[in-house]
T-cell receptor, first 112, second 114 residues
Framework: GENVEQHPSTLSVQEGDSAVIKCTYS??????FPWYKQELGKRPQLIID?????GEKKDQRIAVTLNKTAKHFSLHITETQPEDSAVYFC???????????FGRGTSLIVHP | DTGVSQDPRHKITKRGQNVTFRCDPI?????LYWYRQTLGQGPEFLTY????????KSRLLSDRFSAERPKGSFSTLEIQRTEQGDSAMYLC????????????FGDGTRLSIL
């Protein structure tokens, strides 16, 4: 089955800095890669996703890049704000299974 | 769109008791998923329905766990003879059924076993 590794487990930045979270996956058939943000005590919420036919996708301060050859994808947050503080999860879904495998999460702390 | 709703939000029970959780997905979503999440971990897949059909169950899912979605709308997850290790947050998610789609999560049911 699919295995998703996520790093770092904790990331501490100053407000205004950029943050990068990296994930690797094992199944070359995976073709859908969503990212979720989970604030303390709340539900995971989709913030951005990318499909395997695209190398990069951007939405305001958030961008995701995908390298299919190396089987890794990354989340980039620019101009971080304290409200970006949360746990971020990457996931990978193999074509046809529609069941995402999640990484263990990255706790992002943005200091004002 | 009222989102995915789960009931109850919290459940405290003694070891050995049975518990049942309910999930109401977004109305137009055909797919419904159950996950378990423990502290410091990502959601762990338990089972998945498309309409009323249960299409996949995790190999890690004990036979004490059973899920139903009898009319293809709401779903229930039952845990029989609960154990300490069942303590976790149980999340439900739903999505549309065309290819890979973003999942919309509920707030979860936090289960605590005494």
């Amino acid at each position: 089955g699919e295995n998703v590794e996520q790093h770092p487990s904790t990331l501490s930045v100053q407000e205004g800095d950029s943050a990068v979270i990296k994930c690797t996956y094992s199944d070359s058939a995976s073709n859908y890669f969503p990212w979720y943000k989970q604030e303390l005590g709340k539900r995971p919420q989709l913030i951005i996703d990318i499909r395997s036919n695209v190398g990069e996708k951007k939405d305001q301060r958030i961008a995701v890049t995908l390298n299919k050859t190396a089987k890794h994808f990354s989340l980039h947050i620019t101009e971080t704000q304290p409200e970006d503080s949360a746990v971020y999860f990457c996931a990978a879904s193999s074509g046809g299974s529609y069941i995402p495998t999640f990484g263990r999460g990255t706790s992002l702390i943005v200091h004002p | 769109d009222t989102g995915v709703s789960q009931d109850p939000r919290h459940k405290i029970t003694k070891r050995g008791q049975n518990v049942t959780f309910r999930c109401d997905p977004i109305s137009e979503h055909n797919r419904l998923y159950w996950y378990r999440q423990t502290l410091g971990q990502g959601p762990e897949f338990l089972t998945y329905f498309q309409n009323e059909a249960q299409l996949e169950k995790s190999r890690l899912l004990s036979d004490r766990f059973s899920a139903e979605r009898p009319k293809g709308s709401f779903s229930t997850l039952e845990i029989q003879r609960t154990e300490q290790g069942d303590s976790a947050m149980y999340l439900c998610a739903s999505s549309q059924a065309t290819g890979d789609q973003p999942q919309h999560f509920g707030d979860g049911t936090r289960l605590s076993i005494l």
